[in-house]
């Protein structure tokens, strides 16, 4: 008896390993996919004397904390922070000089500044961004070409170097975020 007792719970300890290992191993087949996300790729290929560093294309610039006392009235600006535009491989014997025209919304209270299009519910109001550029001082922001923003080029790498800063485009500004955006383009002879 203790024979068949023995053989019996041997039988039973198979089927039982058997059952686990192929639950074990149907578990462990089993594939799931699931939805990661999406990479944008985005570039231009341009037939032009340089191209645009990739850093300088989609550009983030930071005017910090402005005290709204240090913008009391209008005209008063913040302090001016650099604004740098790279241009790669550039060959001279394709052109020799670069110029920056520059697009944005401008300020109904003062054209030579963009408006703040922050959405922000506290958002400052009387308050614009200037850019200045290294020779003339205020850029416009109608697309013109200006003298002030034109570049001689160099075999290779090219920086043109900006500023942008606050401005108070009333006398009665009122604190809360600033939020500004321009395009730019550039012309080659």
């Known amino acids: 008896m203790s024979k068949s007792v023995f053989t019996v719970k041997a039988v039973a300890g198979l089927v039982f390993l058997a059952a686990t290992g192929s639950a074990f191993a149907a578990s462990g087949s089993t594939a799931q996919t699931v939805q990661g996300g999406t990479i944008n790729f985005t570039g231009s290929v ?76 506290g958002a400052a109001k009387g308050v614009g961004v200037q850019m200045k550029d290294s020779v003339s001082g205020i850029v416009p922001f109608d697309g013109s070409f200006g003298d002030g923003s034109k570049l001689t080029l160099i075999d290779g790498t090219n920086v043109a170097s900006f500023s942008a800063y ?15 955006a321009v395009n730019f383009n550039i012309k080659y002879e």
């Open 46 to 121: 341009v037939d032009a004397a340089c191209a645009v560093d990739v850093n300088s294309e989609s550009q983030n610039i930071s005017l910090g904390q402005v005290r709204l006392a240090e913008l009391d009235s209008k005209g008063a600006t913040s302090a001016e922070v650099p604004v740098k535009i790279q241009l790669d491989d550039c060959d001279s014997s394709v052109a020799t000089t670069a110029s920056f025209g520059f697009n944005g919304q401008t300020d109904e209270n003062d054209p030579t500044s963009l408006n703040n299009t922050s959405t922000d519910a």
């Open 166 to 180: 606050m401005i108070a485009t009333s006398d009665t500004p009122t604190a809360g975020a600033v939020a500004s």
